[in-house]
């Protein structure tokens, strides 16, 4: 017969698989809530499908008219896929900027990144100038990119230098935002009527945007990314304890959140380049992912890009309901959604998440 | 021998400034306990961390594990400081302190060496609470887990003991006297009750204002002349009815 103490011993082993089991099934919940979503979201437009015929049309039924198939396949998926992918980016964006840099206020949209980005996106639209100007067609993606991405490293390294906390790496992010915007609306005052009526457009967010070759690459950058966070998880989740205890446990601190910062600029900076600002999914995806599974790496992360993709998915059907046959720009329910949400979950959260 | 730790000249210098110089000791071998002592700011954080391989500085600091070269890999450092804010479970951050430099998959063997680190520092009730909703005596306790579960050779502590109750203190240091000489791990520990160091060292390094003052044999070390020199106390060492010695201090020192 097993003693009290090995039967003690078996308890907490056993405890821990249990809520190894329990956000397995967390994942799972939020990848149903995923599907449904994309599903109800590729229903809604100005013609509007049930569940059902989205459902024959996916799977290329002969009972689905061409015309039904031709609307979902080649004109809602694009768009559909860009909420989710986006949504994914911007999200797991979030998660690693709040572990590198272990502050829960960071995300590309508070730190600067998405106004770096506006900013780019406007001195191509205003002036036509573009950072690489051999890119003619995508200039206005590239010159949101680069700028966003210098943002992002600008906050990187000065958050290395000696003495800088975390409070001093959120006013930093605001004196970027502050110095974008400020920017931004020079830009604004100098363009023509036509002009600032685009960078209007752009700075709202819009999936309307999406294309096939914008949906490609913005996979591309997500599918490259996640592994190489996965690949660091445990490095990662060691980060949450404090520098100095990761870097007694062998993690190399400085390079892990150099490549961290790097690969998370290109996850902020390149959906921002081709949707717009879309704030708040950076910021509420992974305070929701934490509430729900915790912050270790190997389910904090992929639950971090579910939530925000369902969150973007969830937010493109909101945007498409409001008016019926309106598409409302993305960028402008977020934040209207996103921010009672996010203080409704820290307000009934009783269990501390940061 | 197992594994064995020698400092020679070993310094930190934090920009211009020398924080910490001319260390130097004899050879630290396994099983052996060696007390790093001195006032606050004195420089024992530094030496830590510059034996861990988080600082840089001069001098040679030479790590062995059965007579091969060690890297700072073996090295296992428990910071003095344990405030954290995540909502980690004790469990998880034992176990991923485990995982580190391995691949992702958890193994029994794994999820045995916790169990029984927890169970070892009676801390298995908190195995499931978040380290934030930690007192700092158990931030302390899991911390030294964290440590432990690593299967150090060379074990550095800052401190361990600071927020321990006088139960918890005697637990602990008995512990980590026991798995010193049981796996041969050669141990460096900060500890400012110098009661506590003549019960688990061995030896002692004495650090002030970031220069060595001596490193020796415990009863050799600790003597009224170091607590007048280093603490500025005048004190005594007296043997107690079981002829342990302790230190009884009188005063600031009287000139």
Same mark, same amino acid.
């Given at each position: 017969m097993a003693s009290p103490s090995a039967l003690h011993l078996q308890t907490a082993r056993g405890a821990y698989r249990a809520l190894v089991h329990r956000k397995k099934l967390m994942l799972l919940a939020l990848l149903v809530v995923l599907t449904l979503s994309v599903v109800a979201d590729l229903g809604l437009g100005p013609a509007r499908y049930s569940m059902r015929e989205v459902v024959l049309a996916l799977v290329g039924s002969p009972e689905m008219s061409r015309q039904i198939s031709v609307v979902i396949w080649d004109i809602r998926m694009p768009t559909a896929l860009m909420a989710i992918i986006v949504g994914a980016a911007l999200s797991a964006a979030g998660a690693q900027m709040q572990t590198i840099l272990n502050n829960?206020?960071?995300s590309p949209f508070t730190l600067g990144i998405s106004a770096a980005a506006s900013f780019g996106a406007s001195l191509a639209l205003v002036?036509?100038?573009?950072?690489?100007?051999?890119?003619v067609e995508y200039v206005v993606s590239i010159n949101a990119l680069i700028m966003a991405m210098a943002a992002a490293l600008f906050i990187h390294f000065m958050s290395q230098r000696r003495g800088v906390t975390v409070e001093t790496i959120v006013l930093l992010g605001i004196t970027l935002v502050f110095t974008f915007n400020a920017l931004l609306a020079l830009v604004q005052y100098l363009a023509s009527e036509q002009a600032l009526g685009a960078i209007v457009f752009w700075t709202m967010g819009?999936?309307?945007?999406?294309?096939w070759p914008k949906v490609a690459i913005t996979s591309v950058v997500l599918l490259v990314s996640l592994p190489l966070f996965m690949r660091r998880a445990w490095a990662l989740t060691a980060l949450r304890l404090g520098e100095d205890k990761a870097a007694s446990f062998g993690v190399n601190v400085r390079w892990l959140r150099l490549e961290t910062m790097l690969i998370v600029s290109l996850l902020a900076a390149v959906p921002v380049a081709f949707v717009g600002t879309i704030g708040f999914i950076g910021l509420v995806g992974p305070h929701i992912a934490r509430m729900l599974i915790g912050e270790d790496q190997r389910f904090f992360l992929p639950a971090s890009v579910l939530s925000g993709a369902a969150i973007l998915s969830l937010t493109s059907v909101i945007s498409k309901s409001i008016v019926p046959g309106t598409i409302f720009p993305i960028g402008i329910i977020t934040a209207l959604v996103g921010v009672p949400f996010l203080f409704s979950l820290i307000m009934s959260n009783r269990r501390r998440s940061w | 021998m197992v594994a064995s730790l020698q400092l020679h000249q070993v310094g930190v210098r934090y920009g211009k400034q020398?924080?910490?110089? #001319?260390i130097t000791t004899p050879l630290l071998k396994g099983g052996e306990v060696t007390a790093v002592i001195g006032p606050n700011a004195a420089g024992k954080s530094s030496l830590f961390r510059r034996i861990a391989g988080l600082l840089d500085g001069p001098g040679q600091v030479r790590l062995d594990y059965r007579g091969e070269a060690l890297g700072s890999e073996g090295v296992c450092y428990m910071p003095q400081d344990t405030s954290v804010n995540t909502v980690l479970t004790v469990y998880e951050s034992v176990l991923l302190a485990r995982k580190? #430099?391995?691949?992702r998959r958890v193994r029994d063997d794994d999820l045995e060496a916790v169990d029984q680190l927890l169970s070892s520092l009676r801390i298995e009730a908190i195995a499931f609470k978040g380290l934030c909703e930690l007192s700092g005596g158990q931030r302390q306790l899991v911390s030294l887990a964290q440590t432990l579960v690593r299967d150090p050779k060379i074990l550095l502590l800052d401190e361990p003991t600071s927020a321990l109750d006088l139960n918890r203190q005697v637990e602990v240091l008995t512990l980590i006297r026991s798995l010193s000489r049981e796996r041969e791990i050669c141990v460096m520990i900060a500890i400012h009750d110098l009661n506590q160091v003549m019960r688990v060292a061995d030896r002692v390094l004495v650090i002030d204002a970031g220069t060595m003052v001596t490193c020796g044999p415990v009863s050799e070390v600790i003597t009224p002349g170091l607590l007048r020199q280093v603490y500025k106390v005048d004190g005594r060492i007296e043997r107690c009815s079981r002829l342990c010695p302790h230190v009884m201090i009188d005063g600031p020192v009287s000139h």
């Open positions: 829960p206020l960071a002036f036509g100038v573009g950072i690489l100007p051999w890119a819009s999936l309307t945007r999406a294309t | 020398d924080v910490l110089s #001319g580190q #430099g391995t691949d």
